[in-house]
């Protein structure tokens, strides 16, 4: 059987409306029901993202340019630290992740960053979505990232500046790295966050 972390995934998350109007984001990792939901809890800056099994991650954005990420129980997860590029650092770990414009890093559909480990090798790219049309533009894949087809539907047009994200990561993430992914994407869609200056 191969190590899980070998394989790439594809996670998507989409802004979704609930039936009171709140704004949510649903990550996928393909068609089915969602395994984690962030939502904004009514205070501005303060996001929880909740997973299927009950698992939950804070993510707060604070006036100095500090994301800062815990756990359900309190505990510290990691801090991410947004200017011209952005920084993940790891509660215990140390530098986790480099946000950085990918080469075609803005168009009028989608933002594009690269996220490089703690060594600066390619981790995982991550799309913005800005347009429904933006879910269409897909990336090229070589022999060591997967392809999924079903990305590649459009979505409806909401009302509201970013649409998803779309993170196509390398390799499988450990438990650390897919939290503070994802709460980067909590952070930049709800949060409405640059993590490089082309976004700003």
Do not use: K, Q
């Not at 800005?130 to 897909?138: L, P």
């Amino acid at each position: 059987m191969p190590d899980p972390r070998d394989t790439s995934t594809m996670i998507e998350g989409r802004v979704v409306y609930s039936a009171t109007d709140a704004v949510r984001v649903a990550f996928r990792r393909g068609p089915g029901e969602p395994f984690a939901l962030g939502v904004t809890n009514g205070r501005s800056g303060r996001h929880r993202l909740t997973y299927a099994d009950g698992a939950i991650v804070w993510v707060e954005s604070t006036p100095a340019a500090h994301t800062i990420l815990e756990r359900g129980d309190g505990t510290a997860l990691g801090v991410i630290t947004r200017a011209d590029t952005s920084t993940a650092v790891g509660a215990t770990a140390g530098t986790l992740f480099h946000f950085v414009p990918d080469r075609e890093a803005v168009s009028a559909d989608l933002f594009r960053l690269r996220v490089l480990d703690r060594m600066g090798r390619d981790f995982a790219h991550l799309d913005v979505v800005r347009t429904a049309a933006g879910w269409a533009t897909g990336r090229s894949a070589d022999e060591h990232w997967e392809s999924h087809l079903w990305w590649d539907r459009s979505g409806p047009v909401l009302p509201v500046p970013i649409l998803g994200t779309r993170l196509l990561v390398r390799h499988r993430p450990d438990r650390d790295e897919r939290d503070v992914l994802l709460a980067a994407c909590v952070d930049i869609t709800l949060g409405l966050r640059p993590y490089v200056a082309e976004m700003m």
